[in-house]
């Protein structure tokens, strides 16, 4: 892997609007590693406040191991479903709080960016490839690190393409994706297979254009504002012009006609599966299904048209962000980062992790078998910036693409100027709109 990509100070990877921190599972639980024989040092124990409670067995074992081997006290607790951010509030109270624990958005950088120390230049710090998954305060300081993400991207099936006389690894931006497309569109009946697969719009899939696919928007308008690190009260919509070269690609050259994607039911995923369509939009957690059946699928970025794109790479965020606590002791925060350090670089400690996290971008952990996070993990050490997740700061989510949704399903029935003004009125005054319903 190459070295650590250039810092963007200040551009967290999910940037949520709320102070909450959502997790899933089933209650509390823990494990303290038997004290032992300590290290050479004789200082220092670990108490992580887990975040996803889905490793909690993982990482109950992975304590137990290290505790054997090193002679170091660690503890996991892990929060019960949607009870993080009450656990770490609690859990911070006490005589002897959380060594390790979760600060995984900028709102919580507001409320808990105070007990952080500055991870710069740290062990863990000089373990990470790159700084896309990083959370700042407002002075600069690296309150926590990313240790797992996901992606979302376009989902090419290479085969296909290849039996229609093209190369996927030739599409590195907007044309070379059109030419590929259209050509494979225009020959769909031949071929046995077309474009994209539909853009449906029911509840079940327009998600993916009102969010994931809106991001091609906010990204780019975010990068060039130097990072959002809240939601703006407005936005310009500059780039809806290329959200609407790909949107339009994709409509216009999938299986279905645009007409019939506001009901839905045309189930793309299965499309896609059957190898009825060369590409379709999804995400990393669809790599199960997808793999099943098209073992040699491969991810590759969005692309509209945006200047230096051929540079990009996938849409990847992570709410997972590791923070070590300034309030206690220098032996436990050195005994904390050396037990980070070693759960991303012992290879057996890193191959579990990876095996339930799916990748974690540290230069020495061990490769995961979700390809589409591997390709991410590609990208990055070619040093090609990520879109990170700036959807996260829509305002007033569910009425905002609401509106979205209907804007698309006429623009959709009869592809006007007249209608695509009007999705372009939903997207940017209705952001402000919603703003304003939240914030006053």
Known sequence: ?????????????????????????GQPSSSSGDSGEQTASGKGSVYWLNFK?????????????????KGVPVKVVTAASGTYDQTLTSEMDKSEPPTLFVIGNQAAVKTWGDYAIDLSGTKIDEECNTDDFNL????????SQG???????????????????????????????????????????????DGFAPADMDDSNSWIYTGHLANLDYYYESRDAGGWKETPATITGQYLPNYKNLYDLIINNSTVAPNTLATGGHDPQTTFIDGKTAFMLQ?????????????????????????????????????????????????????????????????????????QL?????????PGDNTFLNDAEELNSADKY??????????NVDEYRKALVSALNQYDSDPSDANWSSFQTAFVEGWAKNYQAVNG
Request: overall charge negative.
């Open 386 to 395: 990520t879109m990170t997740w700036d959807f996260n700061y829509q305002p």
């Open 283 to 355: 995400g990393s957690w669809s790599y199960p299904d997808v793999s099943a059946k098209v073992a040699d699928a491969q991810m590759i970025p969005y692309y509209g048209g945006v200047e230096g794109e051929q540079n990009a790479g996938l849409n990847s965020g992570t709410e997972n962000c590791w923070a070590v606590n300034n309030k206690v002791s220098e032996d436990d925060q050195n005994a904390t980062m050396d037990f980070m350090v070693w759960l991303v670089t012992d290879p057996d400690a890193s191959k579990q992790m990876v095996a």
């Open 147 to 193: 240790y797992c993400y996901e992606c979302f991207g376009i989902i090419a099936n290479p085969d296909l393409i290849t039996k229609a006389g093209h190369d996927v690894n030739q599409i590195t931006d907007f044309d070379t994706l059109k030419t590929v497309v259209e050509d494979i569109h225009s020959r769909a009946g031949d071929l046995g297979f």
């Open 358 to 366: 799916g990748t974690m971008p540290f230069t020495n952990s061990q």
């Open 1 to 25: 892997m190459s070295t650590k990509l250039t810092r963007r100070a200040f551009l967290g990877a999910t940037g949520l609007a709320s102070l909450s921190l959502a997790a899933c599972g």
């Open 136 to 143: 700042y305060d407002a002075d600069g300081k690296l309150v």
């Open 53 to 69: 409670p889905e490793i909690d067995e993982t990482l109950q074992s992975l304590a137990k191991s290290y505790t054997d081997q």
